[in-house]
């Protein structure tokens, strides 16, 4: 089964082909944003270079979020496009799910996720990987960045942090955790097409997935307007 | 040239929409309104339009293709409005279409909003050349239209849309959202003379608009009632802020058309349902021995039938869009 995978949830953008378990490709961008126009381009290139055709994928799998609103959108509005045409299968996955997954070699650590969701605010889980394999340890959730870090350290354990929140939050985190802290490297920073490729397919097999109908992000947060009537 | 279908998917505001149009004739219009989702907030919320646009789009896409007996497969391209418009709700419509576009290997076609509106005055007959008052929630304009493709803005709001300053006027006075059908409703019967409104640029050389004063006006005769504790005839006002608006829209139409050399008008986008706007022009054209176009109410708000209409002929003119189509807010005629 071949799937393209895609992810714009942070101002990175990127696109995968796994087939089986084989990663065939991969573009990523890390621009100023502009997913809107490169997105597609992304896609078509990618095809282009693996001699694939649209119609080759039998599945699609997307970064559903949390993340930028707009760029969370971008993607699930064109990966409904895509497989609507044949009403082909999407897979969500957690964009933090994806961006943790990078760090599964980092065995005895908590591997932490944060997507900087300004306010002084960060989108977060905690994820682990040991034996039995990669779990999610605290679903995704937005929280203070300030009291989140002080809540870790009182939670003992090691940490790897990885997102774009690191470009942040780094020094504050060092100060908060010290020596329990640890960072991902630059290149594994942000959230990847392929590593929503692997967990789709892990997802595909325990049928979790939608299709072009039922397939939405997962913002997490409420709009203001939202947020304003309740109060 | 046979055989040609089109999707049109429209998302700019706060109607989810999608058409198919096949050689020039509209198929299907399945439009969803997002007005009961925004009435609590008193407004479009930009966020709210986009997520619900991201829920509705596929819908209103089976839909329309349903009713029009097509599946995806028939089509020669898909269509959607780039811009103007809200970014968030365009970017729904936009990435949508270019990926769906892609996946059936079919043209893409970018349509200006605008573009559009006078689009459903083809729809419903007008024909080039003719003289055109696009007026609606968000722009105010007079374009000449001398071919299906060759348009030209002779004028526009300086300010506020006319049917801004109905929606604004029609929140102050309590009647709540949306402001234009209901302040049309309640100015029936009203006095029209119970305000003394200035015709703003009414007697100018020019084909521009300004609605603001009117509007400020309008709000300082209800503030001043407000601290005398005194009772606001709200028919009295919304008569006389209906007719204010509509003496100038006319005015400025028929001066227009008569400086232009046109003898056929029409009138199109939200505002073209207004009930006073439509009598008067329907007046002043018989007046004027002017042929008069006004669409149906369902193809003068926003719906992508109208942008079908548009895409048919730029899919006769041979102009597509690529991959990179981005949505364009500000997007002029």
């Known amino acids: 089964m071949k799937i393209l995978a895609i992810d714009t949830s942070t101002i990175a953008a990127s696109a995968a082909v796994m087939d089986e378990n084989k990663l065939c490709g991969e573009f990523m961008t890390d621009l100023k944003l502009k997913h809107s126009e490169k997105l597609m381009f992304l896609i078509d290139g990618l095809l282009d270079n693996l001699r694939m055709n649209i119609n080759d994928i039998d599945a699609f799998a997307c970064g559903r979020g949390p993340g930028s609103f707009t760029g969370l959108r971008i993607a699930a509005a064109a990966v409904k496009g895509l497989a609507q045409p044949g009403n082909k299968p999407i897979i969500g996955v957690s964009s933090l799910a994806a961006c943790a997954y990078a760090q599964i070699s980092r065995e005895n650590e908590f591997i932490i996720p944060i997507f900087d969701a300004q306010r002084e605010e960060v989108y977060t889980g905690i994820y682990a990987h040991d034996r039995t394999g990669f779990s999610c340890i605290t679903p995704d959730c937005i929280r203070n960045a300030e009291e989140y870090f002080t809540t870790l350290e009182e939670r003992g354990g090691k940490y790897v942090f990885c997102g774009d929140g690191v470009l942040k939050y780094m020094e504050r985190i060092k100060i908060q955790l010290g020596e329990k802290a640890a960072f991902s490297g630059n290149e594994l920073l942000m959230p990847r097409a392929s590593m929503v490729a692997s967990l789709a397919l892990q997802q595909y097999e325990k049928g979790q997935y939608d299709d072009y109908g039922t397939f939405m992000p997962e913002y997490i947060r409420g709009t203001d307007a939202q947020v304003f009537i309740k109060k | ?333």
């Open chain 2, 1 to 333: 040239m046979s055989g040609v279908t089109i999707l049109a998917i429209e998302s700019s505001c706060d109607e989810t929409s999608a058409a198919v149009i096949e050689d020039g004739s509209l198929l299907s219009n399945i439009v969803f309104s997002q007005i009961d989702i925004h009435t609590k907030y008193g407004g479009v919320v930009p966020e709210i339009a986009s997520r619900s646009h991201l829920e509705k789009v596929t819908a209103v896409t089976d839909e329309a293709l349903d009713k029009a007996g097509k599946t995806l497969e028939d089509l020669s391209a898909v269509a959607v409005t780039c811009g103007p418009g809200l970014v968030g709700a365009l970017l729904v419509g936009v990435s949508y279409a270019k990926a769906l576009s892609y996946s059936l290997g079919c043209r893409l076609i970018g349509v200006n909003h605008m573009r559009g509106h006078i689009g459903a005055a083809f729809l419903a007959g007008a024909q080039p050349p003719c003289l055109t008052l696009v007026v609606s929630g968000g722009h105010t304009m007079i374009v000449r239209v001398d071919s299906y493709s060759d348009f030209t803005l002779l004028g526009s709001t300086r300010d506020d849309a006319a049917g801004e300053v109905f929606d604004k006027v029609a929140r102050v006075v309590g009647l709540g959202y949306p402001g234009g059908p209901k302040l049309d409703k309640a100015a029936d019967g009203g006095n029209e003379d119970y305000l003394v409104l200035p015709r703003a640029m009414l007697n100018e050389d020019n084909y521009d608009f300004s609605f603001s004063g009117i509007k400020s006006a309008v709000l300082n005769h209800i503030n001043a009632a407000k601290m005398k504790n005194e009772p606001i005839d709200v028919p009295g006002v919304c008569a006389s802020f209906r007719k204010c608006v509509c003496d100038i829209l006319v005015g400025k139409t028929i001066r227009a058309a008569k400086n232009e050399g046109l003898n056929r008008i029409a009138v199109c986008g939200g505002v073209a349902c207004n009930s006073l706007l439509r009598k008067m022009l329907i007046e002043a054209c018989d007046q004027n021995g002017y042929d008069l176009t006004i669409p149906d109410a369902s193809l003068c708000s926003d719906n992508a039938g109208m942008i079908a209409v548009s895409a048919y002929h730029q899919y006769l003119a041979g102009d597509f869009a690529s991959l990179d189509l981005n949505a364009s807010p500000s997007l002029s005629l």
